[in-house]
């Protein structure tokens, strides 16, 4: 069985920075890309960043410059720092693992609250 499991979500004033952990455990295929997604209220999921096995990053235009994600291959397991934080940023940020054998995981997600 196969776990993805967030952390470092909390409440934090705009300006202010957050560090989200992603850990993917159990039996699985060799992890290709790696992403986190966010979700406000009332709209879609969307991707904010993503990170292949070989380290090429993509940004959402809306993160550029202030959000960075990496990934530790030998743990499975992946970060996004963000910085300077914005109330626009409020939403829930979702873990997404995709497999060599096309299998996708996603984990529960950790709520980010950006408000003064």
């Known amino acids: 069985q196969v776990q993805v499991v967030e952390s470092g979500g909390g409440l934090v004033q705009p300006g202010g920075s957050l560090r989200l952990s992603c850990v993917v455990s159990?039996?699985?295929?060799?992890?290709?890309?790696m992403a986190w997604y966010r979700q406000a209220p009332g709209k879609q999921r969307e991707l904010v960043a993503s990170v292949t096995g070989g380290g090429t990053q993509n940004y959402a235009d809306s993160v550029k410059g202030r959000f960075s994600i990496s990934r530790d291959n030998g743990k499975n397991t992946m970060y996004l720092q963000m910085n300077s934080l914005e109330p626009e940023d409020t939403a829930v940020y979702y873990c997404n693992a995709d497999t060599v054998n096309g299998r996708t995981y996603w984990g529960q997600g950790t709520q980010v609250t950006v408000s003064s």
């Open positions: 159990g039996t699985l295929y060799r992890i290709i890309t």
